[in-house]
């Protein structure tokens, strides 16, 4: 299985919690859209011979693309590669950007699947992070989204400021009534050299109760398990059938291409990634050489990789395929260091299978660190 992923670089406005790759300036849309489709001719012998499954127009803000720029896009995915039969298309989209046409738009044009971004439904929340939709806006989208779109996720930020355990209860409440089958839901997290990072330093945000977050984040998971979700990363809960194939790929360790400025790749061995700069990209891709840094990945990351994928997923980490992959070394000295996690309920050994418990979920990525191999020597 092999996915197709392409960053659409701008965004109407800076959301300001986000360290993503976009530009607010959307003169270069086009030139960009071009530029895209070269890089997809420059790398297509890359996946000879492999059936691409999904493709995902992520960003940035893919639904600032008109729906020629999606089919142009699309038609030469189609012309270029080996398509499976029945691929997942996904496009993120923000509420503002989808009306009544556009939906249906999209829905002629082959994209099957909708990740809409509405982070909140409470006003002060959006005009905090800065998002350029309004509740309404969301609630509208996802009525005509709804209509015409069965595969629809939705993202949603927890450990928002000042936002109370109960009014996390009522976003919960609010998104069931579209019986969405897929949802994903971050924390709200601050990174460097963002304007959130600058409004907690000045006092004018204050900081992230990460202790009010745990309790959203522990509501979450019981709520939707309850109502027939499945949990299926750290960060994602889909109803059975509806994981989203791109991203499950990215976690079980399968191919991928990124196209566009910033998109990454991984081909089996190597990572590699575009440059975050669309002027740069551009410059590059009408020499026609690609923009982008290869690493080869030491067996030593491929590990530590795999560890902090797997203990995310609901499949955890396979010890046997560890062994084989890595040697017999490796995987004990994963169940070395996951004894203490064991014994405190945080990680638990389900036959072959090292795995999060629910208590270690909100938590992973730190017990997951711990397992990691610094140097064996
Ligand atoms: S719309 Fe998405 S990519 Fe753009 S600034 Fe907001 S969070 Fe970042």
Redesign the pocket.
Known sequence: MSGIYIHIPF?????H????H?STNLTRQQEVVDALIRELSLRKDEFRGVNVESIYFG???PSLLTPQQVQLILEHIGKNFQMSGNPEITL?A?PDDLDKQKIYDLSTLGINRLSI?VQSFFEADLRL????HNVQQAIECLDLARALFDNISIDLIYGIPGRSLRDWKSNIVTIARWELPHISSYALTVEPKTALAHQIKMGTVSNIDEAAAHRQFEYMVQTLVADGFEHYEISNFGKPGYYSKNNTAYWLGKTYMGIGPSAHSYNGKERSWNIRNNKKYLDAIQESTLPSTVEKLSEVDRYNEKIMTGLRTQWGVDLHTLTEEFGKRYMEYALEQAKPHIKRGVLSLEGQYLKSTAKGKFLIDGIASELFMVNLG
Do not use: L, P
């Open positions: 965004c109407k406005q800076a959301c919690y986000c360290d993503f976009f960003g940035g803000t993120e923000n971004g992070m800065n998002r350029s």
